[in-house]
């Protein structure tokens, strides 16, 4: 989230964070949007009595900031039927791993790298998609590749993909803003970087 707010703070993204929404009251997002003067809040199960409830005002914060683009960066739940609509095919969420594989339920954080390392596979990387009802299952608009190392753990090889990810996602969302990426059409090339 951070690389995304610095980003469009140097003028490198041609765009405005308008609210941080977080499910984790003692989340870092909400204590930097605090720290910056970020419009946020704090919604989630312990907030609100019914998950209907919970989307209804998800949506209804997002819709009343002016969110053109819902950026997922650590959110960890589904969202509600609601939100999915009003912002079809402008969620987007980074994945650590090049998707279709390895993602879905129970695929988040070192599970990732674990599962790629038990794998096998030589190369790793990030994934940017279309958030859609099902865990990482949207359309893929950006990857960025990782080599496996031989001497990889899970940790070295997280810490790399994250490089990536740091990389990708503002560069997608720059590619987005200026009109390279129509999410609309969902018609978009991957970015390929070999490291």
């Known amino acids: 989230m951070q690389v995304i707010i610095d980003a469009c703070r140097s003028g490198t993204l041609p765009a405005e964070p308008?609210?941080?929404?977080?499910?984790?009251?003692?989340?870092?997002?909400l204590k930097q949007a605090r720290e910056q003067r970020?419009?946020?809040?704090?919604?989630?199960?312990h907030t609100l009595p019914t998950p209907d409830v919970l989307d209804h005002?998800?949506?209804e914060t997002l819709?009343?900031?002016?969110?053109?683009?819902?950026?997922?960066?650590?959110?960890?739940?589904l969202l509600g039927a609601k939100t999915l609509a009003a912002f079809r095919g402008?969620?987007?969420?980074?994945?650590?791993?090049?998707?279709?594989?390895?993602?879905?339920?129970?695929?988040y954080g070192i599970h990732v790298h674990e599962a790629v390392l038990a794998a096998g596979e030589i190369q790793s990387g990030v994934s940017v998609h279309v958030v859609d009802e099902v865990y990482d299952h949207g359309p893929v608009i950006a990857q960025a590749h990782v080599s496996v190392?031989?001497?990889?753990?899970?940790?070295?090889?997280?810490?790399?993909?994250?490089?990536?990810?740091?990389?990708l996602y503002p560069e997608t969302l720059q590619r987005i803003a200026i009109g390279e990426i129509d999410l609309g059409r969902l018609l978009v090339p991957s970015i390929e970087n070999e490291e």
């Open 63 to 77: 819709q009343r900031h002016e969110v053109q683009i819902v950026c997922l960066a650590g959110y960890m739940k």
């Open 38 to 45: 970020i419009p946020h809040a704090h919604l989630s199960s």
């Open 90 to 107: 402008h969620i987007l969420n980074v994945h650590p791993a090049l998707l279709p594989k390895f993602g879905g339920k129970g695929f």
């Open 149 to 167: 190392l031989p001497e990889d753990t899970p940790e070295s090889l997280a810490a790399r993909v994250l490089e990536q990810e740091h990389r």
């Open 18 to 29: 308008r609210v941080i929404i977080s499910n984790n009251s003692q989340s870092g997002a």
């Open 57 to 59: 005002v998800i949506c």
